[in-house]
């Protein structure tokens, strides 16, 4: 099992180096001068030089790159003389259009876009799981049929849609919703929670309508297998059967596909934070990619990889709980 | 883009209404029968609900239509421009210093003095020294990113990079506590206005190194910061220290302000509309063109805003480019240009004028002409023909159109596309991404044949903010060049000079007017229109005028207060 991990681990690490490099690679090849952004309206040549050397710009493509990443590790300082911006490790750098460390950003946001996911996440689960489940056991039946017909159409509304329309009917329609608001949790819990349900049901709509099919799916091929014959020809409760022996391979796919989705999501839900004005890690990303704000986008790149990264290999670790067939001799 | 020429938050906001944050305009009454003009009662808190975040609270580093206005309930300077509801509301008027500057008889020198009783959010008075200081970090080369005025008309010793790294600018002289001396470049006879910057706010000697004043405010004005969540919130509450009697320009009626930053721009309308809660304290920016038809209703109608604008959209004629360098080829287009179709394209006449002159009406120095008219603005197909004939060009030709890639501005190049067809001239479009826009026809090497975009001045007191930086041909950049025809007449430039010698800003107006009309007899750009500003304030709020100045044109925030304090 360590061994294992050991070359997980450093197989992830050598995926988020690739990350980074293309990233950066792509930056620095495809995207303007940020300088010249950052100057604006009344600039002259003179104040594009003076904010490159600034932003260390003006250093060759492997040294800024270098920086970048000793900076991740030992953190990095910018400016010089008596002005200078310390940037603690882990730095991702600096924000060119707001002038922030990324990662105090990432960090000030990161707990909002877990709370979408968390909650999504719950929701998506609850909903995939008993509507395969029930599909499966009930299959040909109206309600299968039905279940079918529904994950296709949840499958097939984009979110911004779904978001914008549910905004119009629960909140501006019935009134039972109120308008998002900004608050923290410890002054007002109860609109601190309302804020998050419209988010929690469009993220969830799609990926549930996703989960069913799967689950359904599974569960179907499951009760075909022989073993499963072999257990009710034995005369095991059907419970029984349910449980132990179906149950449990089928839900295996279910649990790596919910790695990643999970893992991915909280590096961000773009579109549902954006449209709700949820101040997630998503709409920062979102926020920057318009403002071509080029640290921020690699920082949220960079985390998206972690994270997807680390869920792998929980997953695989989770795996090896539920399915002993995959278990690794120690 | 660090100015009012639509800052790159904004450019978020406005998605589908090109020059959105530039709408409003210099008028100090507002239109719509909902009464925004009475005046509002002591308390309450205003929301303001927005899309972008605000660039920076550091007013070296921030300045732009949107940040501009917040900055004057937090920050003050020495001067700074009338409030929105004044006669002239593009005046600019004393605000620390007791009157507008003294200049030396050969402008070199200008000399201010402090009122009495000013103070920061933390009881300590501010001085000239605090003054100088604040003015000094403009200087700073990782700081000095905002408002480039200071920098270029105060003189300073070669190589100064401001307070911190240079210490002491020798050029600002504080002979006692309330009086400053400041020593210019060269004579600039509206040097109050560029004391009107926002970098021109006093900060305690010292202060805001590196990245300290990226989440801190040290207030001068009338509010500081209770609270700030970057892309979230931001909660305004009373500066204790500020002394009403020491300002004429804040009225600063309500208790507090709580900005709302991150909403999407249909949520805000949604909201504005329904009016639900404390959102009938509410003020946003210009709503969607989108939303337009629903605010047909008698109870919307009654909330309607509108302000005239103060930013042109433009369409700037490269004329270093085949046939664009033919002055008569650039009349022709002039000629052919439909500007009714245009501002249709854009939203209609709710959302924009056509304009037919640089300067738009609410900005000093204003004239009005046409010296390309058309019946209804449609365009003069026959004598832009007869133009084209004359320069060889009977069989037309094809040229490139560099636009912004978003709905508002491809309807407009879809508009200029049609009415060019009726003279043979066809026009390929070439869109670019919305974020690197500005960066791409900004480096001449970049440029193709023509480009639609928009300029506001940084103060509608003077067209000294508008004509030399699109005009002047001394200042043609490789990159980050506003002067997009690429035009350096001899003539022009002469006139910007003396125009801008001259110490009678009334008179120099007057002239500025003369030279808009001089320039476009070339045809360098193709004034297009003058959006508008159409907003949808709560029910609740009050006191909403315009300022070109203090807003771009929006609503000038210190004027604003609730008619009912208790309500929402």
Known sequence: MPRFLLTRISSGLVVLLLVCLF??????????????????????????DQIRANLGLDQPFWTQFFLFVVGIFAGRTYGDGASTVDCAAPCLGYSFQSSQAVWD????????????????????????????????????????????????????????????????????????????????????????????????????????????????????????????????????????????????????????????????????????????????????????????????IMGVTLLAGFLVVVGNIVVDVVYTAIDPRVRVNA | MKLHRISTAVIAVATTLALAACGGGGQNSSSGGGGFTAEPAEGGTVHVLQNADFSYLDPARGWDGGVNNFFRLVYRQLTTSAPGSAEDPNEIVPDLAESLGEASDDGLTWTYTLKDGLKFDNGDPITSAEVKFGISRAWDPGIGIGSPYLKQVIDAPKGYEGPYKSGDLPTIETPDEKTIVFHLKEPFPEFDAVLAQVN?????????????????????????????????????????????????????????????????????????????????????????????????????????????????????????????????????????????????????TQLGDPSTTILPPSVAGHKDFDLYPSEDGTGDVEAAKKLLDEAGLSDGFTMTLDIRAQESMQA??????????????????????????YETIGTPSQQHDAAITGWCPDWASSAATFIPPLFDGRNIYEKGNANLAQINDPAINERIDEIKAMTDIEAANEQWGDLDEQILEQAPIVPLMVAKGVMLPGENVTGLYSSANAATGGIDYVGVGLKDPEKG
């Open chain 1, 23 to 48: 990233t950066y690679l792509v930056f620095f090849a495809l995207s303007p001068d940020p300088a010249v952004q950052i100057c604006g309206k009344n600039c002259t040549p003179e104040l594009i």
């Open chain 1, 105 to 296: 950003m990432i960090v000030q946001r990161l707990p909002v876009s877990a709370t979408v996911a968390v909650g999504a996440a719950v929701l998506w689960l609850l909903a995939g799981l008993v509507g395969g489940l029930l599909s499966a056991v009930k299959e040909g039946t109206f309600l299968d049929r039905f279940t079918t017909g529904l994950t296709l159409t949840s499958m097939s509304i984009p979110n911004y849609v779904l978001a914008l329309v549910l905004q119009y009917v629960l909140v501006v329609q019935l009134q039972w919703l109120p308008f998002p608001q900004a608050v923290a949790f410890a002054d007002d819990p109860v609109q601190w929670f309302l804020n998050f349900v419209m988010p929690w049901i469009v993220l969830a709509v799609g990926y549930a309508a996703a989960y069913t099919r799967l689950t359904r799916a599974n569960v179907l091929d499951v009760l075909r297998e022989n073993y499963v014959r072999t257990a009710y020809a034995k005369g095991l409760p059907q419970s029984l059967i349910w449980r132990r022996h179906a149950l449990r391979p089928a839900l295996t796919p279910v649990v790596t596909i919910f790695g990643m989705d999970f893992a991915g999501l909280l590096g961000g839900a773009l579109i549902t934070e954006t449209v709700f004005g949820i101040n997630g890690v998503g709409k920062m990303a979102a926020d920057s990619i318009a403002r071509n704000d080029q640290p921020v």
């Open chain 2, 200 to 348: 021109a706010t006093p900060f305690p000697v010292d202060s805001g190194a590196g990245d300290e004043f990226i989440h801190e405010i040290i207030a001068s004005g009338p509010y500081k910061l209770a609270e700030y969540v970057p892309g979230s919130t931001i909660k305004l509450t009373r500066n204790e220290n500020w002394d009403p009697a020491t300002d004429e320009v804040r009225a600063a009626k309500p208790d507090g302000w709580e900005f709302t930053i991150g909403l999407d721009p249909a949520t805000i309308d949604e909201r504005l509309i329904s009016g639900q809660g404390a959102d009938v304290n509410a003020i946003a920016g210009n709503i969607q063109p989108a939303t337009l038809p629903r605010l047909q209703t008698p109870q919307l109608q009654e909330r309607v805003l509108e302000f005239p604008g103060i930013c042109t959209t433009y369409m700037g004629l490269n004329t270093t480019k085949k046939h664009m360098d033919d002055v008569r080829v650039r009349q022709a287009i002039s000629y052919a240009i439909d500007r009714t179709t245009i501002v249709n394209a854009s939203g209609g």
């Open chain 2, 412 to 437: 407009q190049a879809e508009a200029v596309q049609q009415a060019l067809e009726r003279v043979g001239i066809t026009v390929e479009l070439n869109l670019i991404d919305t974020a690197t826009y």
